[in-house]
């Protein structure tokens, strides 16, 4: 089923694995005419790129993405749009002592199983590296969508919660700290937190919320493309994400009709948006938000079992520079497959042409 | 985008409002040589199919599938598989009253906005009448999946929940009761929660659990097509449903790596399952298992403001014969939406070949 | 591959062989708020229907189609649209003698092969019967495509040709004769050729010429999905079609740069058209035109050696009716056939939308 | 639509401009486990490239591919392979004198009317520079289909034939003479035709004649997708392709059934082969063999009228190293178009996995 395609008349195809040459993508469909800002698209690989804080790993990669086709004097040509962003940190010493260990909870066993072979250098195509490229042709599709307002942010690290609702919130705020949460006094609870599982090794999980305001009316097509159908699909391929929901998501499951119906204004609009914006698979106007899991990062700098291609459990500690927390870097990765899910459904619907 | 279709190589492409003519499909894709079972394929159909307890709504639809190609002597020929389902309760007077008002979080106001028109009988295409045929391709699918284990079951109804793990339950006892809850006392507190909310005119959401086993390792296309990805947009594509978990997932956001991972034995199986039966994207052998969350349904028999098209905030009452809960009726949807997604990477992997 | 599908948005999926219960097909991505003429749909299915004429096959199937979604009050909905086609003349006793054996030039043989089991009735689902499927969704393309002009015609029939240019045609006299020859002196005689061939319970190949006038510039999608490219495949995808060419075609690859290239003039049309409408792929605005060869019809009213399962040469005999020249009813399955290509790229535009 | 994909389950996307930095692609689906011959892919790309003769243009590129993914150690690992092959010879002043012109008989037009802007330097995107891409996928593509044998030859040049069928020809010849011509008498003629149209500032067509051996029963997927219909939709995405035929082609539409119907051995198969290998869409297990007409090239070092973008005839004359007939590099393009289907229905049909 070749999946490393994602979209359907704004396509993404990517490839690369960590410790290969580069890694890259070709956009195809990107309409032409679009007058590129490089300088965004560079700053939201920033926003990824390891490095960037003490709570992320400290494995240094500037990330620079060299495009290859499908621009001219820096403006689209509707042709497609090949990347690539080299790979100039490959440790693969870091790697050799797992070079024939499976490593819990990695892809390491699966990757084997599946295709008999593998790169285990850093985790070879299953890194979360090449979401990278998911964040280059992302930031291309925001700049398509540029009345269409994508804010994601940490909503929670381990057990604390920002319990705000996101009307409470200042956006503006979510990159002036370095877990991107936008309320400064939670923001530090869960910086600490991240520090102290650091400290011990460990890893931990954590929640994105993702707020799109100024959506158009229409997006979405029914039965089986609903826009949150789309929108699950693409939070779920994100490395790490064990969960997908919108508007009262799993709340919703424990409420009655009487309490959970939109009830509508003379415009339209709703008085209360339960509905997370979307009604039957189509965006009705409203706020759109979810909410995405991620689990703990499987590499913890602690000794524990593995397996080794033999058969046997092997003691194995996690080396290499990891991520005790995912969350903070993947704001950009989550708001970049909501712009890649939105643009498809513009171009669908002509909104764009 | 035209979302009528669900699959790659197993296609479903489905049609059908709930009151015209029919409802159907096509499945395009099916391997030849498989002797059908139809008895197998009804009663899937009569599991989803209202009027078959207290619970569900009384409407009668005898859901009666008629295939019309693709199968020769009973024997599918691999050429495409075309079915409809006759309509044969089409109380068309009983929507005339909505013929211009949009229900409060239906898809009534979003459909007129999106196409301009709408077949505003019974919700037309937006009703879950649409769901049978996904049973019915569901149904075929599991037929080319017999080692496969595929279990869906009720574990909410409002804040009634099943306490006890999948591994508690005997999944044969899940169709003992009219909720579809193998544990029979938890199923009693549902069925009469039910019956109270039914009693006030309301309605109640829920969750159905999904236990996938015996599924070979191998199965899921990373990076963007992997195996949760694909089950997760399945689950969201059906109607009401408004978040989708695998493994640990949302409780997973909580955890520390440390209490995450889990470990290998030596035959590659592992001691906890957080992962939920998939690394990386790709199924590992081990029980994968989902949550899928469900909306009250949103037709209520309360007075409660609607819009009409006119722009007026208007009094209304639902009529019609609904669900208070559509959980009991959503497990084979469920079951047949996870069968779908498997049996397209069986294909893909030339295991059924 | 699941090959029953053509188009990527306005997608046509079909199913049914020759003498099932029924013939169908969803046409799904048709645009909202079409109101259907539906006299027009059938009467392009009476273009093709068996027993029109003394020329073709004498089988009578009313071939009425019915559709069973997507439309509302005469007008579509922007959903699915169903229909079916009840096949009412199935002397399935015409085909007993062949249940075992496998005819020449035909696809008995390879289906068998591919499959291990067929519908040997009529051709199961090889039969060209399926075409009527492709005239009703390219009936309906017609209506989303109403400046543009799609006249197809024959040709040639054996060593017959029409030796006019398409220009010097005009094409409100296709109609006007069995044959569909708007040169009626021409048509005389390729009738009379096909009496003469049908009298010697013999077959005939022959050419259909079309014709697509004031399509817009800009249709087409390099690298891969050339608008030539699309048309090509949807004719060859006919049955009995041996080739396709468009503008100079094979005559092209005879001449020379300066003979060949067409000039401009200063309003962006050239001179001359050899290019056929598109150049790189893409429409130029210039008249579109291809020629389309099909072969004879492999049923031949002749004894001749056939296969059968046990691998024995065995005399046999055409039986049932045939068409002694497909030309004729190939008319407007080709103009059907355009017609889907040029609308999908219509909606990828968002020409109509 | 997004064009430049190509292949449903081995999927080639392409990207790049005949004066970018680079040109590549993305191989999406190869299975594992191969054992890449580099020096047979670059062979082929040797066979394509600039430069390699006398009767093609005279501009100098290595073509060097360089892998950047999905190989470990000289193996595919069943991830996505990504390629470039660097732009070393960008002569773009070679070209400036077109920046405003609409050259005869190629895209610019068409591309400026559909894109708004282009990259006018040696045709950007439409320039068969791209074919390059193809050609390293369709090596690849090769070494999967290893019992296949594809052989493409020049079968004319201009009104120059080769006469004999290809039974009668050493397919090993083929490389023997500068026109890949097998039949080194007619390659002579061939050859000085196209040095005497050269000496004239002229260009000139051609055919290319491609005969698949030993492919397996059972290729295709009826209706749309049928065996030939892909073949003939990827030479036709060739760059300078007019038309297309298999088998009998347009010579089959004058014959009689009785005539053109191929009888049958005992083993199943058939004594003549007007079908081309292919019955119904299917491979037949017969040699598959299909024509291709190019035509000439348009740019020519003659004066002529072209049309600027202000709407003026301006009369220019073609400058930059041009080929004088694209038919002897195109032998290895058509041979990879035809490995590219080929190989999508063996992973389809599971025969390599």
């Keep these: 089923m070749a999946g490393n395609t994602f979209g359907k008349i704004f396509k993404l195809t990517t490839f690369g694995e960590s410790h290969g040459e580069a890694i890259g993508g070709v956009i195809d469909g990107c309409p032409s005419g679009l007058k590129l800002d490089f300088d965004a698209i560079q700053n939201e690989l920033n926003r990824r790129k390891p490095g960037q804080s003490e709570i992320v790993t400290q494995r240094k990669e500037p990330d620079t993405v060299e495009f290859l086709s499908g621009i001219f004097e820096g403006i689209t040509t509707g042709t497609s749009i090949g ?101 400064s006094e939670t923001a530090e609870r869960m910086i600490s ?32 493309d609903k826009l949150h159908a789309e929108l699950g699909k693409a939070m779920l391929s994100i490395n790490a994400v064990k969960g997908f929901e919108y508007g009262s998501g799993f709340c919703g499951a424990k409420m009655t009709g009487s309490e959970h119906n939109d009830l509508f204004n003379e415009d339209g609009s709703t008085k209360t948006n339960l509905s997370g914006g979307i009604q039957g698979g189509i965006s009705n106007g409203m706020d759109i938000y979810f909410r995405v899991a991620f689990k703990p990062v499987a590499t913890i700098i602690q000794k524990q079992d593995a397996l080794d291609s033999s058969g046997n459990i092997v003691e ?36 764009y042409n």
Excluded at 195 to 208: A, N
């Design 83 to 183: 990347f690539i962003i080299k790979n100039t940190n490959q440790k693969s010493k870091d790697y050799s002592h797992i070079k024939d260990v499976y490593r819990p909870s990695h892809a390491d066993y699966t990757y084997e199983k599946k295709y008999g072979v593998r790169d285990y250098r850093g985790g070879g195509r299953s890194s979360a590296r090449e979401t990278a490229c998911r964040v280059v042709a992302g930031a291309v599709a925001k700049q398509l969508l540029k009345e269409v307002k994508i804010n994601a942010y940490t909503s929670s690290v381990g057990d604390i919660f920002l319990e705000k609702p996101y009307q409470d919130l200042d956006f503006s705020k979510t990159e002036s700290n370095a877990v991107r949460c936008p309320d």
């Design 193 to 224: 937190k991240i520090k102290k599982i650091k400290k011990q090794g460990d890893t931990i999980g954590g929640t994105v919320t993702c707020v799109l305001q100024d959506v158009p009316i229409g997006l979405g097509e029914p039965v089986f």
């Design 316 to 351: 194995m500690q996690g080396k290499g520079r990891h991520d005790p927390c995912v969350v903070p870097r993947a704001i950009p990765i989550v708001e970049a497959m909501a712009a890649l899910v939105i643009v498809d459904y513009y171009l669908h619907n002509g909104i």
